[in-house]
């Protein structure tokens, strides 16, 4: 049974941190190409960053420079460290493994993180 649980987000004030973290388990994790992708509210889903595997990273031009993508194989984790925060940054972070093409296979439920004043 695959399960994706993402944690660590929160409420924080402008300019603050975050981070991140997506455990998953039931999955080969090493071979997934893993997508961090955001919904704010009443706003559709939004890619943010992945991870192809290896060294290769990618990030959506909103975040870029102030969010950094890694995994831990061996602990078959994703994180993201967001710095920086701005209030634009509030949505529902969601992890998906997935693949080269541009698929996600499974979903976590998601967390949280509010930016405010």
């Known amino acids: 049974q695959v399960q994706v649980v993402e944690s660590g987000g929160g409420l924080v004030q402008p300019g603050g941190s975050l981070r991140l973290s997506c455990a998953a388990s039931?999955?080969?994790?090493?071979?997934?190409?893993m997508y961090w992708v955001r919904q704010a509210p009443g706003k559709g889903l939004e890619w943010v960053s992945h991870n192809t595997g290896g060294a290769s990273t990618y990030y959506a031009d909103s975040v870029k420079g102030r969010f950094t993508i890694s995994r831990d194989n061996a602990k078959n984790t994703l994180y993201l460290q967001m710095n920086s925060l701005k209030s634009e940054d509030t949505a529902v972070y969601y992890c998906a493994p997935g693949d080269g093409l541009g698929s996600v296979y499974y979903w976590g439920q998601g967390t949280q993180v509010t930016v405010y004043y």
């Open positions: 039931g999955i080969t994790f090493s071979t997934y190409w």
